[in-house]
Protein backbone atom coordinates (compact mmCIF):
# COMPACT_ATOMS: atom_id res chain seq x y z
CA UNK A 1 0.00 0.00 0.00
CA UNK A 2 1.24 3.82 -0.56
CA UNK A 3 1.22 6.30 1.57
CA UNK A 4 -0.09 9.80 0.69
CA UNK A 5 3.52 10.98 -0.07
CA UNK A 6 4.11 7.99 -2.33
CA UNK A 7 6.24 5.87 0.10
CA UNK A 8 5.50 2.27 0.34
CA UNK A 9 4.08 1.26 3.83
CA UNK A 10 4.42 -2.08 5.61
CA UNK A 11 1.97 -4.26 3.88
CA UNK A 12 -0.10 -6.65 6.75
CA UNK A 13 -0.89 -9.71 5.41
CA UNK A 14 -3.95 -9.91 7.49
CA UNK A 15 -5.32 -6.90 6.64
CA UNK A 16 -4.73 -7.41 3.01
CA UNK A 17 -6.56 -10.61 2.84
CA UNK A 18 -9.55 -9.54 4.75
CA UNK A 19 -9.78 -6.52 2.66
CA UNK A 20 -9.10 -8.88 -0.55
CA UNK A 21 -11.90 -11.23 0.92
CA UNK A 22 -14.71 -8.57 1.83
CA UNK A 23 -14.22 -6.63 -1.21
CA UNK A 24 -15.00 -10.31 -2.76
CA UNK A 25 -18.10 -11.09 -0.76
CA UNK A 26 -19.19 -7.70 -1.27
CA UNK A 27 -19.26 -8.16 -4.91
CA UNK A 28 -21.95 -9.45 -7.12
CA UNK A 29 -20.60 -10.12 -10.34
CA UNK A 30 -18.93 -13.35 -9.86
CA UNK A 31 -22.05 -14.94 -8.56
CA UNK A 32 -24.32 -13.40 -11.55
CA UNK A 33 -21.56 -14.54 -14.04
CA UNK A 34 -22.05 -18.16 -12.54
CA UNK A 35 -25.67 -17.93 -12.03
CA UNK A 36 -25.43 -16.85 -16.19
CA UNK A 37 -23.62 -19.45 -17.01
CA UNK A 38 -24.94 -22.38 -15.39
CA UNK A 39 -28.87 -20.43 -16.13
CA UNK A 40 -27.83 -21.19 -20.44
CA UNK A 41 -25.26 -24.30 -19.85
CA UNK A 42 -26.36 -26.79 -16.59
CA UNK A 43 -29.61 -29.23 -16.91
CA UNK A 44 -33.12 -28.27 -15.53
CA UNK A 45 -33.45 -31.19 -13.36
CA UNK A 46 -30.08 -31.49 -11.25
CA UNK A 47 -29.48 -34.06 -8.69
CA UNK A 48 -28.61 -32.78 -5.31
CA UNK A 49 -25.19 -34.46 -5.71
CA UNK A 50 -24.35 -32.12 -8.63
CA UNK A 51 -24.69 -29.12 -6.60
CA UNK A 52 -22.36 -30.68 -3.75
CA UNK A 53 -19.78 -30.96 -6.14
CA UNK A 54 -20.10 -27.66 -7.91
CA UNK A 55 -19.46 -26.01 -5.08
CA UNK A 56 -15.68 -26.60 -4.08
CA UNK A 57 -15.56 -26.90 -7.65
CA UNK A 58 -16.46 -23.23 -8.21
CA UNK A 59 -14.67 -22.13 -4.36
CA UNK A 60 -11.36 -23.96 -6.01
CA UNK A 61 -11.24 -22.34 -9.62
CA UNK A 62 -12.04 -18.73 -7.72
CA UNK A 63 -9.00 -19.33 -5.26
CA UNK A 64 -6.71 -20.45 -7.79
CA UNK A 65 -7.45 -17.20 -10.43
CA UNK A 66 -7.22 -14.82 -7.72
CA UNK A 67 -4.03 -16.36 -6.89
CA UNK A 68 -2.85 -16.56 -10.29
CA UNK A 69 -3.81 -12.74 -10.44
CA UNK A 70 -2.25 -11.76 -7.61
CA UNK A 71 0.95 -13.20 -8.33
CA UNK A 72 0.68 -11.93 -12.00
CA UNK A 73 -0.13 -7.87 -10.96
CA UNK A 74 2.36 -7.61 -7.92
CA UNK A 75 4.86 -7.03 -10.65
CA UNK A 76 4.80 -3.66 -12.79
CA UNK A 77 5.26 -5.45 -16.59
CA UNK A 78 2.15 -8.00 -16.17
CA UNK A 79 -0.12 -5.15 -14.69
CA UNK A 80 1.39 -2.46 -17.21
CA UNK A 81 -0.19 -4.92 -19.64
CA UNK A 82 -3.36 -5.78 -18.28
CA UNK A 83 -4.44 -1.95 -17.70
CA UNK A 84 -3.31 -1.21 -21.75
CA UNK A 85 -5.71 -4.36 -22.68
CA UNK A 86 -8.49 -3.67 -20.23
CA UNK A 87 -10.74 -2.01 -22.56
CA UNK A 88 -10.55 -4.82 -25.15
CA UNK A 89 -11.05 -7.94 -22.35
CA UNK A 90 -13.72 -6.19 -20.66
CA UNK A 91 -15.63 -5.50 -24.22
CA UNK A 92 -14.81 -9.49 -24.76
CA UNK A 93 -16.03 -10.21 -21.51
CA UNK A 94 -19.46 -8.30 -22.27
CA UNK A 95 -20.10 -10.20 -25.47
CA UNK A 96 -19.16 -13.58 -23.87
CA UNK A 97 -21.87 -12.42 -21.17
CA UNK A 98 -24.57 -10.90 -23.86
CA UNK A 99 -24.33 -14.07 -26.27
CA UNK A 100 -24.90 -16.46 -22.89
CA UNK A 101 -28.20 -14.10 -22.66
CA UNK A 102 -29.01 -14.34 -26.07
CA UNK A 103 -28.65 -18.48 -25.80
CA UNK A 104 -31.14 -17.86 -22.77
CA UNK A 105 -33.32 -15.73 -24.64
CA UNK A 106 -33.29 -18.14 -27.70
CA UNK A 107 -34.18 -20.65 -25.51
CA UNK A 108 -37.00 -19.68 -23.81
CA UNK A 109 -38.59 -18.76 -27.41
CA UNK A 110 -37.56 -22.29 -28.45
CA UNK A 111 -39.89 -24.36 -25.32
CA UNK A 112 -36.53 -24.65 -23.56
Known amino acids: ?46 PARGFAILLPLILMVEFGWYAIVALAFSTARPRAAYLGAKGWIDRAAGAIIGALGAKLILDAGRGG
Open 1 to 46: MFAENGALEAINPRGSFALALATQLSNPKAVLIYIAIFAAFMPQAM
